[in-house]
């Protein structure tokens, strides 16, 4: 029947889904595991419930669901387990880590739903004992003082006739007239112990002064004059004050599991919070390393720029000069000749043959200064690494504060509240707690740190940011105040 109802189980989920060759190596794994069974239980093993766990809860699986990978988990749990990262749009097995994206729409196995079912019933009647059994008193049980042989499992005992007895020898005590005002209680190995071991009377009086039972002749002779009351009325008075003392435990169970809830709640949302704080960190301070390098960039190309141009007006300026130079130089090498000619008329000849000095222009001149270079402009640079070692500074100490300021728990620890013990039947009625235990805070021990950066030594007030040659940036703490 199994078999059938996964085959025809099996065909539907194929012709909705279309995973063939999932549900094949399912169907094969399953019979290999069938025949398994049979042959396990032949041999006389039994399979256990855990082989149909989640997980997740670790509990048998409830309304089973297959994700893409072939792991199987109760629908709520992987819906649960997947949510938390639902921002993230990436979803993983919580088993072999395989990611999803998008996330995988959760349909309800039915085959697996229905063989963890079977198998339940199965484990159930295997473990169920015969009907013929179920009586018979086990090794823990009270035993009925009326059967013969065998004795079964007894489940009244008899105050006056000190006796436990079975459902069927229990009878008379409700039919019967004679046995009216026997008093029946829940079966009972401990009968003997409510017999006075001085008289061998029915312990039925409570004495407040010794805080003991006794019996009624106890009350004629060592008990006499003490304060008593019947057993029964005190057990109604310890009673309401065991109420009392369960509704006052109760609400402060309640108090504390809100606690628990809420603390939790805020676990989860500082770790997500903090995870997204950690990416925007890494974005922020990403964003400011690529404008940083691409005004470093800048100022390097400026650099070259500035250094291209001012050599080529230098250059320009040189090869001027040196041709005025050769002008000169030809100008004067003529009169040196005109100056050696003794001849008048040769003289005045190639006096009127020279041409006219040359006409030189105004030319800038040179830069003599000795400290020619870009000393202004690496003093502001020098300028611009205080100014920005200065708003990193304030910078970075405004964002330790703030994350120094989210905390879940608070910081001082609250005072100690002692809770009331039942010292006996003779305290007073506890008292329901109020908002007390509600409003003080859950504080966790806390070793010393650093009151800004939990980073650094508690002696350190901030961190000091030195940008250091060759673009590396080296870190400190200095003891001073901000």
């Keep these: 029947m199994i078999t059938q109802h996964f085959q025809h189980s099996c065909s539907s989920f194929e012709e909705s889904t279309g995973w063939s060759l999932t549900l094949e190596l399912k169907w094969t794994r399953l019979t290999a595991e069938t025949h398994k069974q049979s042959w396990m239980a032949q041999a006389g093993v039994v399979l256990d419930l855990d082989h149909f766990n989640c997980s997740v809860c670790l509990d048998v699986l409830k309304s089973p669901v297959t994700i893409p990978c072939g792991h199987s988990y109760c629908h709520n749990c992987i819906q649960n387990y997947w949510d938390q990262d639902d921002y993230l749009g990436v979803f993983a097995c919580p088993q072999c880590r395989q990611t999803f994206n998008p996330r995988p729409a959760l349909a309800r196995s039915t085959m697996l739903a229905d063989v963890v079912e079977k198998f339940k019933e199965t484990r159930v009647r295997e473990t169920s004992p015969p009907a013929a059994e179920r009586g018979l008193a086990g090794a823990d ?55 006075c071991p001085v008289h061998d009377k029915l312990l039925e009086v409570y004495c ?40 006052s435990s109760h609400m402060r169970i309640q108090q504390r599991e809100k606690a628990v809830q809420e603390l939790k709640e805020a676990i989860l949302s500082l770790t997500r919070s903090a995870r997204a704080a950690a990416e925007e960190s890494d974005y922020v301070f990403t964003e400011l390393i690529r404008s940083v390098e691409l005004k470093r960039f800048e100022v390097r190309e400026l650099i070259k720029a500035q250094e291209k141009t001012a050599v080529s007006e230098a250059e320009q300026l040189l090869d001027k000069i040196q041709k ?159």
């Design 208 to 247: 407040r002064t010794d805080r003991r039972c006794i019996c009624y002749l106890c009350l004629t002779d060592e008990h006499k004059g003490h304060d008593t009351a019947l057993a029964d009325a005190e057990i109604q008075q310890i009673q309401r004050e065991l109420d009392d003392m369960k509704q």
């Design 141 to 195: 049980d009270v035993e009925c003082d009326v059967c013969a042989g065998r004795k079964n499992r007894a489940v009244k005992s008899c105050l006056v006739c000190l006796a436990s007895y079975c459902d069927a020898h229990v009878q008379p005590h409700y039919e019967s007239a004679a046995f009216k005002k026997h008093r029946l209680v829940s079966a009972s190995k401990h009968l003997r112990e409510t017999i």
């Design 324 to 482: 005025d130079i050769a002008e000169l130089t030809a100008n004067q090498a003529k009169l040196e000749q005109l100056c050696q000619t003794e001849e008048p008329v040769r003289f005045l000849q190639i006096y009127q043959s020279l041409p006219a000095p040359p006409v030189l222009s105004a030319s800038p001149s040179p830069s003599t200064d000795p400290s020619l270079s870009f000393g202004p402009m690496m003093t502001a640079l020098s300028d611009f690494k205080g100014l920005m070692q200065e708003v990193c500074q304030g910078g970075f100490v405004s964002i330790y504060e703030r994350v120094r300021d989210v905390t879940i728990v608070g910081s001082e620890n609250p005072p100690a509240q002692s809770d009331t013990a039942v010292t006996g039947p003779s305290r007073s009625a506890a008292q329901p707690e109020t908002s007390a235990v509600a409003a003080a805070p859950l504080v966790l021990n806390q070793t010393s740190t650093n009151n800004l950066n939990p980073f650094l030594p508690p002696g350190s007030a901030r961190p000091i940011f030195a940008f250091s040659p060759f673009g590396k940036c080296s870190h400190h703490s200095t003891d001073t105040s901000f």
